[in-house]
C-alpha cells in the first residue's frame, strides 16, 4: 500500500553498545593520589618506663624508710646484776647514726611526693619538663643517701671490727643485735641509691 509507512526497528549489538564509550576515560583516582599511611604515634615504650618508674618509687620508699625505722629503733642493753652499771647502745650515739636516719627518712619523702610527677609522665609520656626535673632531684638524693649509707658504713665497720691502732676495740660481741640491726639498716639504705640511680637512667632514656 503507497500510503502506510514502514517503520524498522534496528536494535544495537552488544559490540555496538561498546563503540559508544568515551574514547577518554577518566583515570582512576588511585594512580594520581598517593595513600596516606598513618603512623602510631611513638611513645609506648615512654609510657612504660613512666610505670616502671613508678614500681621503683615505691621500691625506694620502702628500702629508705624500712633503713630509717630499723637504724632509729635500735638500741640494746647488757644485762647486768645491778641497775647501775648497765651498758647501753642506741643509734644516737653517734652522730652518723643520727645523719643516717633524718637523710633516709628525707629520701623517703621525697619518692613519695615524686610519684604524682611520675603519673603526669605515664598519662603524657611525650612531655620533657618533668624528666629533667626528676633527673635533677634525683642526682642530688642519690648525693645525700649516699654520704649517709657511707658515714655509717664506715662505723658499722669499726663495730665489726674495731681498730686497733686507735685502740678501738670491737662492740659486736658484745652487742651482737645492735649490730645486726645497724647493719641490715645500712644494706637497705645502699639498695635505695641502686634505685635512686636506676630512676635516673630511666629518666635519660625517657628524654
Known amino acids: 500500500m503507497d500510503g502506510d509507512s514502514t517503520t524498522i526497528n534496528i536494535t544495537e549489538t ?3 553498545r561498546k563503540g559508544k564509550a568515551p574514547l577518554l576515560a577518566t583515570p582512576p583516582a588511585s594512580s594520581t593520589m598517593k595513600p596516606v599511611v598513618q603512623r602510631a604515634p611513638k611513645g609506648g615504650y615512654k609510657r612504660g618506663l613512666a610505670i616502671f618508674d613508678v614500681v621503683l618509687r615505691i621500691a625506694g620508699i620502702a628500702a629508705a624508710l624500712g633503713a630509717a625505722i630499723a637504724m632509729g629503733s635500735t638500741e640494746q642493753t647488757l644485762p647486768f646484776f645491778t641497775q ?8 644516737d650515739d653517734l652522730p652518723a647514726f643520727t645523719f643516717f636516719v633524718i637523710a633516709n627518712a628525707i629520701t623517703a619523702a621525697y619518692l613519695a611526693l615524686t610519684i604524682p610527677i611520675s603519673i603526669v609522665c605515664i598519662v603524657r609520656p611525650h612531655l620533657v619538663a618533668p ?3 626528676l633527673i635533677f632531684l634525683d642526682t642530688v638524693m642519690i648525693a645525700l643517701t ?3 649509707a657511707g658515714g655509717a ?3 658499722v665497720y669499726l663495730a665489726h671490727n674495731g681498730n686497733s691502732d686507735a685502740n678501738w676495740p670491737a662492740i659486736c660481741q658484745q652487742f651482737n643485735d645492735f649490730c645486726q640491726e645497724i647493719s641490715g639498716a645500712v644494706v637497705a639504705s645502699f639498695l635505695t641509691v641502686v634505685v635512686l640511680m636506676f630512676l635516673v637512667v630511666l629518666s635519660a632514656f625517657a628524654l
Not at 84 to 91: I, L, S, V
Request: charged share 25%; aromatic share 20%.
Open 153 to 155: 658504713a664506715s662505723i
Open 131 to 133: 624528666r629533667v626535673v
Open 84 to 91: 647501775f652499771f648497765q651498758f647501753k647502745a642506741e643509734f
Open 14 to 16: 552488544p559490540k555496538e
Open 146 to 148: 649516699t654520704a649517709a
